[in-house]
């Protein structure tokens, strides 16, 4: 008898035993799937944000959804978002993301202009209440934004949207989310900060390199490094020149124009010669070229400098002058004149002989 009251103490034992491993087991399983069922929720809502976040990056998608409403005022109710074709894409209050979450809310507001230069072109926010469906885990809804870049008319009303990004408070993107990261929105980029003022805002020093590619007309207008002169260079279409570049200076002295502007014969006269045609020139090149044609300034060198300007006689040689033209980057072109030995005196006279100048050549 005492066995049979031992024996039935240790079934019911065991049956205890068994019902509140049950029960543990079921409250385990249980804190597992809403577990899962939190993880699933924030997966559609972050789906949908992101499904909405496409279909309003479509320009006539944005603008037939958001047409004429003021994005200024605060909390602007929006109902329906429609396609490019005006028809209904979804509304407020429809359920999602295999009826997961409900839609409870869409508001568009918060315009803040671009430039002051352009108040009619700025940013807005289109901003999303989401509530999960049955018997939620976590919150009881979840905000969300997308970023528009937004164009409105002089009454306030939108006229043109579309989706840039969607981060939460911010109007622009950071990657990584820091405050030096890299800001970015439709037409400007933002390092170091998120209102850049011109397509590209730097917040401090930035670094440029040299790749050592060559300048052609695709490259106009880079920029790079080279770190032998220690200058910065712009591609010019043709060649890297100097970035603005250092102020150079360049001379020459006793230079004699030996060569006839047209290639014409010399012709001796007594101890001076003569082109038969043009004027005596010579072509004078730089060491190296300027960047852009340089100033230049000639002057007479020399005994021939001494020379008197008495008035212009037959036979007598009473004018010396020098003079010059085609400058470009790589040199310019000197010319030696003297009044003639006849009757007819005119500014310039085809002489040449032992004639010295000096040049000097400015520029960068």
């Known amino acids: 008898m005492n066995r049979r009251g031992s024996g039935l103490i240790q079934v019911l034992m065991v049956a205890g035993l068994i019902g509140f491993l049950g029960i543990a087991i079921a409250s385990m399983l249980t804190s597992s799937l809403r577990g899962q069922k939190a ?71 918060s315009f ?83 209102s850049p003022q011109a397509r590209l805002d730097v917040a401090g020093e930035f670094k440029v390199g040299n790749s050592g590619a060559p300048c052609n007309a695709g490259r106009e207008g880079q920029v790079r490094y080279n770190s032998t002169s220690k200058k910065l260079e712009f591609c010019n279409a043709s060649n890297w020149v100097s970035a603005g570049g250092d102020l150079r200076v ?3 002295t006793n230079v004699a124009p030996d060569v006839c502007s047209d290639g014409a014969s010399l012709v001796p006269y007594e101890s001076a010669f003569f082109c038969t045609s043009g004027v005596p020139a010579k072509n004078i090149v730089f060491s190296t070229p300027f960047t852009t044609p340089p100033k230049v300034m000639v002057s007479l060198s020399g005994p021939s400098a001494n020379s008197g300007l008495l008035p212009c006689t037959q036979g007598a040689m009473d004018q010396v002058g020098v003079s010059y033209d085609s400058v470009t980057t790589t040199g310019f072109r000197a010319m030696a004149w003297m009044s003639p030995f006849s009757a007819n005196c005119g500014a310039y006279a085809n002489y040449t002989g032992p004639i010295l100048l000096s040049w000097i050549a400015v520029g960068y």
Not at 120 to 139: A, H, N
Not at 151 to 160: E, F, K, P, R, Y
């Open 39 to 109: 993880i699933e929720v924030r997966d559609a809502v972050r789906l949908m944000e992101n499904e909405i976040l496409a279909h309003l990056a479509n320009q006539a998608a944005c603008t037939a959804s958001l047409r004429t409403l003021n994005p200024k005022a605060p909390g602007v109710s929006v109902t329906t978002l429609k396609r490019g074709d005006d028809s209904v894409y979804l509304s407020s209050g429809d359920l999602v993301q295999n009826r997961m979450i409900r839609i409870a809310s869409m508001q568009l507001s």
């Open 250 to 252: 360049e001379s020459g």
């Open 112 to 194: 803040v202009a671009d430039h002051a230069s352009n108040p009619l072109q700025g940013k807005s926010k289109l901003m999303l209440t989401f509530e999960p469906l049955g018997d939620p885990v976590g919150p009881r809804s979840f905000m969300r934004e997308v970023m528009l870049s937004t164009t409105i008319n002089a009454s306030d009303q939108l006229v043109s949207c579309s989706a840039i990004s969607s981060s939460g408070s911010q109007f622009w993107l950071s990657s990584p989310s820091t405050p030096n990261g890299i800001y970015t929105g439709m037409d400007a980029v933002g390092i170091g900060t998120s």
